[in-house]
């Protein structure tokens, strides 16, 4: 995907160091030379590995959302399933695991929406965003920790939530914008 205003980075690297390596993140902390300005630059990188997001549309044309607890900003919000990959997992491998995990619907047909970085200033984690349709009944297989309730919101409630800003996160925010331009 290299172009002109997408290319691979021409600093030097000077030094890395791990400042914190937890159960989900590692912390590192690096230096390098940007020779074209020639100064030294700092960052702290978030290692968080690769994500999925799903968007589930059933038959009615309602989208399966879930609330969850967001301890980071306070808050239970509205959002759709996701979650990391494990190992050795592709993106749609994890897409539908987490679909089901989450909500207890299976998909039997997934597409590919696209691809985005959440934080490029300061985290490593790649996000695919998919579409589910065909969706089938099962049942939830939440982790112990996950606190969720799965709510079916109709789709032109969702368009209205998306407008007024009720749904806060870039993920959601991406996958939903994506959808009404080019797939609805």
Excluded: C, W
Excluded at 23 to 43: A, F, P
Excluded at 75 to 91: D, F, N, R, S, V
């Amino acid at each position: 995907m290299e172009n002109e205003y997408f290319k691979d980075l021409d600093y030097t690297l000077l030094n890395k160091k791990v400042a914190y390596d937890g159960k989900r993140v590692k912390v590192e902390e690096l230096k390098y030379l940007n020779e074209r300005q020639g100064k030294e630059v700092s960052r702290e990188h978030v290692i968080a590995g690769d994500a999925a997001i799903i968007l589930p549309i059933t038959e009615n044309n309602e989208v399966i959302m879930i609330k969850e607890a967001r301890t980071t900003i306070g808050k239970i919000i509205l959002g759709l399933p996701a979650g990391m990959l494990e190992k050795g997992e592709t993106a749609e491998q994890g897409a539908l695991r987490e679909l089901e995990e989450e909500t207890g619907y299976r998909a039997e047909y997934i597409k590919k929406l696209r691809v985005v970085y959440p934080s490029v200033g300061y985290s490593t984690e790649k996000t695919t965003i998919f579409l589910a349709k065909d969706l089938v009944k099962t049942s939830m297989k939440l982790d112990d920790e996950e606190d969720i309730e799965v709510v079916k919101v109709p789709i032109h409630r969702v368009k209205e939530m998306l407008k007024n800003n009720e749904l806060i996160t870039s993920g959601e925010t991406v996958a939903l914008f994506h959808y009404f331009m080019y797939e609805e």
